[in-house]
């Protein structure tokens, strides 16, 4: 099966600076690769996700970059703000099979 | 984000009883799914369904069971429940076309055994 990797575990920024969130994954058939994001005691829901056609996503602060031959992408947030700051998932999906893998989370804090 | 539901959301049980978590989900959605979540391990599937009466093993099955008669809902069993079984337990749901992947989650249940 998949194994998703992420790093860090846990970043701390201050506000206004970016913070940039890694994983790579295993299987070369994955083509479908979302960010979540998981406040405090809350469901994760669904942040940005790129599909393998495309190198590069941008929403607003935060964009997503996939680089299909390394088997890594990466989730970038620019002028972070202190409503960032909460746990992060990647995650790892064939669409077509629709299971999610997802990596170890990265617990993300901004400080003021 | 009332599409899909979780019960209970709180549950203390003791070591060796049976417990079931309910999922039910709105969306006529094909897949779903059940994680548990734990420190340091992020979301582990445990068992996921593909449709109605098909369902497969995740990364970590041993002691779970799940049925699923209809689309709406995926019912997860703890057959004889353990410690290690300490965790929340998220449902999710998602379509089965390239345009409807994202997962939706539950709420969670935090479930104790004792």
């Known amino acids: 099966g998949e194994n998703v990797e992420q790093h860090p575990s846990t970043l701390s920024v201050q506000e206004g600076d970016s913070a940039v969130i890694k994983c790579t994954y295993s299987?070369?058939?994955?083509?479908?690769f979302p960010w979540y994001k998981q406040e405090l005691g809350k469901r994760p829901q669904l942040i940005i996700d790129?599909?393998?056609?495309?190198g590069e996503k941008k929403d607003q602060r935060i964009a997503v970059t996939l680089n299909k031959t390394a088997k890594h992408f990466s989730l970038h947030i620019t002028e972070t703000q202190p409503e960032d700051s909460a746990v992060y998932f990647c995650?790892?999906?064939?669409?077509?099979?629709?299971?999610?893998?997802f990596g170890s989370g990265t617990k993300l804090n901004v400080k003021p | 984000d009332a599409g899909i539901t979780q019960s209970p959301r709180y549950k203390i049980t003791e070591t060796g009883r049976q417990v079931t978590l309910m999922c039910h989900q709105t969306w006529s959605h094909s897949y779903m799914f059940w994680y548990r979540q734990d420190l340091g391990h992020g979301l582990r599937l445990i068992y996921y369904?593909?449709?109605?009466?098909?369902?497969d093993k995740g990364e970590v099955p041993d002691g779970y069971v799940v049925s699923r008669s209809k689309t709406e809902n995926f019912p997860l069993t703890l057959e004889s429940a353990t410690r290690s079984q300490t965790s929340v337990y998220f449902c999710a749901s998602s379509g089965n076309t390239p345009l409807n992947t994202e997962a939706f989650f539950g709420q969670g249940t935090r479930l104790t055994v004792v």
């Open positions: 299987d070369s058939a994955s083509n479908y």
């Open positions: 995650a790892a999906s064939k669409y077509n099979f629709n299971k999610f893998y």
């Open positions: 369904s593909a449709a109605a009466d098909i369902t």
């Open positions: 790129i599909r393998s056609n495309v």
